[in-house]
Structure formats: C-alpha cells, structure tokens
C-alpha cells in the first residue's frame, strides 16, 4: 500500500501564496503519477493538477492554470503544489492522490488519497 500525507495547508489571504506538500509511503514514490484534486463543501471532488513519473509532463485545471504549479521530488518522495495569487474560491480541503492510470484527471482512477489539507483564502 501507499500512505500519502498532506501538509501546508492554512488561513491566507486574497492575493497570498501557499505551498502544499504530499509526504508517500509504502511503495516506489516515481512509480506512480500524482495528482491534487479538492473539494468544498457540497460540491463534486475536482481536478486541480497532475504530473507525470518524471515530471516531464504536468496537467492543470483551467481554473488554477497560470497560479499554481505542481512539482515533485521523487528522491524525497513528495509532491508539492505552490499556489500563488490565490482566490476566494481556491477555498476546500486539497487532495494528494497516486495513480497508474493514465487518465489524472478523474478522481476514480487514484488509487491512494491523503487526508486533506485545509485551505482558506479570505478576501
């Protein structure tokens, strides 16, 4: 199995920036692709960014496109994802998740998901 844990997450505010971190273990952290989906309240978990074993490709919502960017350090076995100019409605509990699949963008394909980290943005 996998055990992934995010981190990072807090209270900031409109325009501000911060950096979530996704710890993994269990398996061979460069073998799976990862992603960071989010959800509000009352709402679907969606897509926020994706990158590929290598991180020679990375996928972004158009939503977050342009202000945040997803990276990883397979030695340390983390995922990070920088948010910057952040907005009111960036606000939800963020996702890590791992997956084989080749279709990130869908929550059903992670196999392994953190526990959330919360994420508050006020304007």
């Known amino acids: 199995q996998v055990q992934l844990v995010e981190s990072g997450g807090g209270f900031v505010q409109a325009g501000g920036s911060l950096r979530l971190s996704c710890a993994a273990s269990?398996?061979?952290?460069?073998?799976?692709?990862m992603g960071w989906f989010r959800q509000a309240p009352g709402k679907e978990r969606e897509f926020v960014a994706a990158?590929?074993?290598?991180?020679?490709?990375?996928y972004y919502a158009d939503s977050v496109k342009g202000r945040f960017t997803i990276s990883r350090d397979n030695a340390k076995n983390t995922v990070y994802l920088q948010m910057n100019s952040l907005k009111p409605e960036d606000s939800a509990v963020y996702y890590c998740?791992?997956?084989?699949?080749?279709?990130?963008?869908?929550?059903?394909?992670?196999?392994?998901w953190g526990q959330g980290t919360q994420v508050t943005v006020s304007s």
């Open positions: 269990g398996r061979t952290f460069s073998n799976y692709r």
């Open positions: 990158i590929s074993f290598s991180a020679s490709n990375t």
């Open positions: 998740g791992a997956t084989n699949s080749r279709r990130v963008t869908v929550p059903y394909e992670y196999d392994y």
